[in-house]
C-alpha cells in the first residue's frame, strides 16, 4: 500500500495531470515559432544579415523608432482628449460619439493608407482641383507627402487611437469623480485638475494602451509598405521575399523580438503598477460638466474629426470607387475570395475558443505556478508581430516537411509532396500563435465572474474534472467564449502579413488579394473586397461598445 502510493506520487510529479498537460501543450503552439526564431541568431545567413546591416539595417531601425514616437504621441493626445470629453463633459451629441470613435478599429491601417494615397497623391483629386483652381504648376506649392513617415504615422494614428480612447475612458470612469471633487474642494479649477489629478491617476492606463499602439506599430506591414516606408516588418518580408534568405528574415525578426519582448515587460511592470490605484467597485458615475456653445463646438469638432478621417471618409472612398468603377470580379470575390476568408476565419476563431477554453480551466483548477504561467505564455503570441510568427512557422514546418518527404522516399519511393507548408495547416497554426491571447483574455475574463464557491458545490456533488467544465462553466461562459471567437474571426478576417507569406498557392483572401491589386495601383479593383472588410471589422465595434457599456451599467448600479 505504502509502495503502491509512492508510486502514485511519483507519476503525478512526471505526469501532471490533463489539463495541466494542456496547458503546456497550447503554450508550445506559440513557444516554437518564438524558439525558432532566437534559434537563427546562431545560424549562418551566408553573408545576408552582414549585407543588410551594411545598407537597409540603419533605415529599418531608424523609421521604426520615428513611426513608434509619432504614432504613440499622436494617439495619446486624440485618444485621451475624446476620452476626457465624453466622461466628464455635457455636449449634444456625446453618447453617439461614445461608441462611434470606436469605428476607427474597423478599418485597418492599410486599407486607410491606400484610400489616402490615392486621395491625396499628386494625381489624386485634392491635388488635382488645387491646380485647375488656381492655376498652379508642379513646382508652384507645397502639399504634405502622404508617402512618408510622417504620412505613414498620421494613418497609424487614426486606425489605432481607440485603444488609448478606450483605456484612457475606463481609467477616467475608475477614478475621476472622486478625485476631481478632491481637487475642487482644494480650490482647483477643470484644467487643473485635468493635469495635476485625473492625468497622474489614469497614467498606468494610458501607459498600457500607447504600449498596446507600440506593439501594433511595430507589426504593421501594410501601411508602411504601401507608404514606401522601410520598417522591421516590411524588411523581413523583403528579405524572405526578395533575398530568399529565410535564416536573414528570421535574424531581422529576432531583434524585432526582442523589442517587443521589452515593450511587453514594460506592459506588464504599467499593469502591475495600476494596482497600486485600486477604486471599489461602487465607483460614481462623474457630474458632466454642460459646455456652452463654443466648448460645445469644440468638443464636436475634436471628438468628430478623428471618426470623419479614421472612418467614414476611407468608407467613403471605397464605397465611391464600387459604386463608379467596381469590380469586374466581383462574383468571384463573393464567391471565392469571400468563402476562403469567411471558413478560414470561422475555423481559427472555433478552434482559438477552444483551446482558449482548455487553457484557462486549466490554469483555474490547477494550483501549480508553473502550469500559471504556461497559459500566461500562450496568450503571449498576439504581442508578436505576423511577420515574425510566419518565418518562425515556416522554418519548423519546412524542416519537417523535408523529413518526411525523405523518411517516405526511402521507405516507399514515394514523396507526399509539402503537407504542411503547402496547405493551410500553416496558415491556420500561425492565426493561433497569433491570435490565441485575444481569445484566452475574453474566456479568463468570464471565468473569473464564476465564483471559486461554485467549483465547491459541483465538487460536493460529484462533478469534477471535464463534467464540471461542460455542465458548470460552459453554460456560464457561452457569452464570453461567443465573443473571444467573434474577435479572433475578425483579426484573421483582416490579417495581412501572416497570410500573404504562408497561403497555399493559389489561395487568397479578401486582404491578399486587396493588398494585390492595391499594389498594382488597381484600387478600384480592390474597393470591394475592402468594404467586405470593412464590414466584417465592425463586429468587434460592437461586441466593445457593448461589453463598455456594460461595464458603465455594473458600475453605475454597484
Known amino acids: 500500500m505504502t509502495q503502491s502510493l509512492a508510486m502514485r506520487r511519483r507519476l503525478a510529479k512526471l505526469w501532471p495531470g490533463v489539463w495541466p498537460a494542456t496547458c503546456f501543450a497550447v503554450s508550445a503552439i506559440v513557444a516554437i515559432p518564438l524558439l525558432t526564431v532566437l534559434a537563427s541568431v546562431f545560424q549562418s545567413s551566408d553573408g545576408e544579415w552582414s549585407h543588410l546591416a551594411e545598407t537597409r539595417l540603419g533605415d529599418y531601425v531608424r523609421n521604426t523608432l520615428w513611426l513608434a514616437v509619432l504614432v504613440v504621441s499622436i494617439t495619446l493626445v486624440v485618444g485621451t482628449a475624446t476620452a476626457w470629453l465624453i466622461e466628464t463633459c455635457d455636449f449634444p451629441g456625446r453618447k453617439t460619439f461614445r461608441w462611434m470613435l470606436l469605428l476607427p478599429l474597423a478599418v485597418p491601417a492599410y486599407l486607410s493608407a491606400y484610400a489616402y494615397t490615392d486621395l491625396l497623391q499628386f494625381s489624386g483629386p485634392v491635388q488635382t482641383s488645387l491646380r485647375e483652381a488656381f492655376g498652379w504648376g508642379r513646382r508652384d506649392y507645397w502639399f504634405p507627402e502622404v508617402r512618408s513617415v510622417g504620412g505613414a504615422a498620421v494613418i497609424l494614428a487614426l486606425s489605432l487611437f481607440p485603444y488609448v480612447y478606450v483605456a484612457a475612458r475606463t481609467a477616467f470612469a475608475e477614478h475621476a469623480a472622486s478625485a476631481m471633487e478632491v481637487g475642487r474642494t482644494l480650490g482647483r479649477g477643470p484644467w487643473r485638475c485635468f493635469l495635476t489629478v485625473a492625468l497622474p491617476l489614469a497614467r498606468p492606463a494610458l501607459a498600457a494602451g500607447g504600449a498596446l499602439v507600440l506593439m501594433e506599430t511595430l507589426a504593421d506591414f501594410g501601411a508602411a509598405d504601401y507608404c514606401a516606408v522601410d520598417t522591421f516588418a516590411t524588411g523581413i518580408y523583403r528579405t524572405w521575399r526578395g533575398l530568399e534568405s529565410p535564416v536573414a528574415a528570421a535574424q531581422l525578426s529576432a531583434v524585432l523580438l526582442g523589442a517587443v519582448s521589452l515593450l511587453v515587460l514594460v506592459d506588464l511592470l504599467a499593469r502591475r503598477r495600476r494596482r497600486f490605484h485600486g477604486v471599489s467597485r461602487a465607483s460614481r458615475p462623474m457630474r458632466k460638466v454642460r459646455l456652452g456653445w463654443r466648448g460645445a463646438t469644440a468638443a464636436i469638432v475634436v471628438c468628430g ?208 488579394r486587396v493588398y494585390q491589386l492595391a499594389s498594382d495601383e488597381r484600387l478600384e479593383e480592390a474597393s470591394l473586397g475592402a468594404l467586405a472588410i470593412i464590414g466584417v471589422g465592425l463586429l468587434p465595434v460592437i461586441v466593445l461598445s457593448g461589453l463598455l457599456e456594460s461595464r458603465r451599467r455594473s458600475q453605475t448600479h454597484a
Open 305 to 512: 474629426l478623428p471618426v470623419v478621417l479614421g472612418f467614414v471618409l476611407p468608407a467613403l472612398i471605397f464605397g465611391h470607387m464600387a459604386w463608379t468603377a467596381g469590380d469586374a470580379r466581383a462574383r468571384e470575390v463573393v464567391l471565392d475570395f469571400g468563402f476562403n476568408t469567411l471558413w478560414l476565419a470561422a475555423a481559427s476563431g472555433v478552434i482559438a475558443g477552444g483551446l482558449a477554453l482548455l487553457v484557462a480551466f486549466g490554469r483555474r483548477v490547477s494550483k501549480s505556478r508553473t502550469v500559471r504561467s504556461a497559459g500566461r505564455f500562450a496568450g503571449l503570441g498576439y504581442a508578436l508581430p505576423g511577420t515574425v510568427v510566419a518565418i518562425g512557422v515556416l522554418v519548423p514546418l519546412g524542416w519537417l516537411d523535408h523529413a518526411v518527404n525523405d523518411a517516405t522516399r526511402s521507405l516507399f519511393d514515394w514523396r507526399p509532396g509539402l503537407i504542411f507548408t503547402g496547405s493551410v495547416l500553416a496558415v491556420m497554426l500561425a492565426y493561433q500563435t497569433r491570435f490565441l491571447g485575444v481569445a484566452l483574455g475574453m474566456v479568463e475574463s468570464g471565468m473569473t465572474r464564476i465564483r471559486r464557491n461554485v467549483d465547491d458545490a459541483a465538487r460536493s456533488l460529484g462533478t469534477s474534472g471535464g463534467r464540471l467544465l461542460v455542465r458548470i462553466h460552459l453554460p456560464l461562459l457561452r457569452g464570453s467564449l461567443l465573443a473571444a471567437m467573434l474577435l479572433v474571426f475578425v483579426d484573421v478576417a483582416k490579417e495581412l502579413p501572416a497570410t500573404l507569406m504562408l497561403r497555399p498557392f493559389d489561395f487568397e483572401t479578401l486582404a491578399v
